[in-house]
């Protein structure tokens, strides 16, 4: 395990809802970023969160937002639920800026009915 | 827009024998690269990874991984497979600070 935890674990959502994914970070680690992994591909980068700024994002919509907070964890928020944000999103943490190794969490599986 | 192409999305061989595993990677600047692996059930871990230097890498569980700037590749090999070797690959690369790309993945099943 890496440290990285992540809730919940399984969501199931409806078409237009909100939904609002955790993670906390490794201890001493101040860089968070997100990533949705579909069933059958590799992980998508959503964005990324340093010292609580966003300061990096994949090309996905605005309804997709996220928050640090100053301990360093992390929310993403997706707004207006649509069938294809049905996922995997894994939450990964890093030393900071200049440390290339990130690790991740278990995910958050979201069903989208 | 870079990617990485992974070649196979599904491996299955037994027990003893090779393992390579098939990346390429379309940039042509400096690149940091990356192979994890996601066993069943489990966390995606990083097996290996190639910033500079020596361009064989060696990594955990007895994998290296060999970068050829010429072929924009970085294929992971393993010499000999274990049933525990089963999971799914993935190949990575990341550009400037923050954005690790990854390719679609490998499953690989080892048969006992």
């Known amino acids: 395990e890496t440290g990285v935890t992540q809730s919940p674990t399984h969501l199931i959502k409806t078409r237009g809802q909100q939904v609002t994914l955790r993670c906390s970070s490794q201890?001493?680690?101040?860089?968070v970023s997100w990533y949705q992994q579909a069933l059958g591909q590799g992980p998508q980068f959503i964005f990324q969160?340093?010292?609580?700024?966003?300061?990096g994002r994949g090309n996905f919509p605005p309804r997709f937002s996220g928050l640090q907070f100053p301990n360093y964890s992390s929310e993403l928020n997706v707004n207006a639920l649509e069938l294809d944000d049905s996922a995997l999103y894994l939450c990964?943490?890093?030393?900071?800026?200049?440390?290339?190794?990130?690790?991740f969490g278990p995910g958050t599986r979201l069903t989208v009915l | 827009a870079q990617s990485v192409s992974q070649h196979n999305h599904h491996v299955i061989l037994s027990e003893a024998a090779s393992l390579e595993l098939g990346c390429n990677y379309s940039y042509g600047g400096t690149v940091n690269l990356f192979w994890y692996v996601q066993y069943p059930g489990q966390h995606l871990q990083l097996l290996l990874k190639?910033?500079?230097?020596?361009?064989l890498v060696k990594g955990i569980k007895g994998f290296e991984a060999e970068f050829i700037k010429s072929k924009f590749s970085f294929n992971l090999r393993k010499p000999s497979v274990q049933w525990s070797d089963t999971a799914e690959y993935f190949c990575a690369v990341i550009l400037n600070d923050y954005k690790l790309s990854f390719g679609a993945g490998t499953t690989v099943t080892v048969r006992a």
């Open positions: 190639y910033f500079s230097g020596d361009p």
């Open positions: 990964a943490s890093r030393a900071g800026m200049g440390d290339n190794e990130q690790f």
């Open positions: 969160y340093y010292r609580e700024e966003e300061n």
């Open positions: 201890s001493g680690h101040n860089t």
